[in-house]
């Protein structure tokens, strides 16, 4: 079965400083990886995916996340943290439906001036 | 207008009335979803359809049902509600590229 594993539920940084945020997984195969950002009373938005290709994924907002397969981590970094980026995060492991896509618990990122 | 929209976005009810949220979507998709989420639980998937003819239970349907009622209608009923129902429900639709859509939520107080 797939599983995804956020293993910080709530995250602190300044803002200017760097974030990573880290997801491990559990897949049979080759995973389909997402990350969403969710803000306050919002639905979810996707970040970023990988499918194949590059180990290194550009998304939207600056952000960046790392496949290693090595380590079955995909980790979303953004080099900057700017206050608007406060909001809940969430991993997913999936196949080509990714209706049916397994969502980790999520981070709770918090920006301090 | 928003892609993928939801109705109502809070209701509030008792326990025993039946409750319908309805999703419509300007995507274009043949897939829709239904998910809900709780506080520190991600999100789990209560039903999925692939097509107007097709509709398949997800990790947690028991207490819920659905009825696609066209390529961009998907609602989500819940026939006698309990309060351990309370919570956000989101509706997504998907292409097949993987990403999915969702809509703004439906927070459901059960009382």
């Known amino acids: 079965a797939q599983s995804v594993t956020q293993p910080d539920i709530h995250i602190t940084v300044s803002e200017g400083a760097s974030l990573e945020l880290r997801c491990n997984y559990s897949?049979?195969?080759?995973?389909?990886l997402f990350w969403y950002v969710q803000s306050p009373g919002q639905g979810l938005q996707l970040l970023l995916k990988?499918?194949?290709?590059?180990?290194l994924v550009q998304g939207i907002k600056g952000f960046e996340a790392e496949f290693k397969r090595s380590q079955s981590s995909f980790n979303l970094r953004k080099p900057s943290v700017h206050w608007s980026d406060a909001a809940e995060y969430f991993c997913?492991?999936?196949?080509?439906?990714?209706?049916?896509?397994?969502f980790g618990d999520g981070t709770t990122l918090t920006v301090k001036p | 207008d928003a892609d993928v929209t939801q109705t109502p976005r809070n209701r509030i009810t008792k326990t025993g009335k039946r409750i319908m949220l309805e999703c419509s979507q300007t995507?274009?998709?043949?897939?829709m979803y239904w998910y809900r989420q709780d506080p520190g639980l991600g999100l789990q998937l209560i039903y999925y359809?692939?097509?107007?003819?097709?509709?398949n239970k997800g990790e947690i349907s028991d207490g819920y049902s659905v009825s696609r009622q066209a390529q961009a209608k998907f609602s989500l009923s819940l026939e006698s509600a309990i309060p351990n129902q309370t919570a956000l429900y989101f509706c997504?639709?998907?292409?097949?590229?993987?990403?999915?859509?969702f809509g703004e939520g439906s927070r459901l107080t059960v009382l």
């Open positions: 897949y049979g195969a080759t995973p389909y």
């Open positions: 359809s692939f097509d107007v003819k097709d509709i």
């Open positions: 997504a639709t998907s292409d097949y590229a993987g990403e999915l859509f």
């Open positions: 990988y499918f194949s290709g590059d180990t």
């Open positions: 997913a492991v999936g196949a080509i439906d990714a209706g049916k896509s397994t």
């Open positions: 995507k274009g998709h043949d897939r």
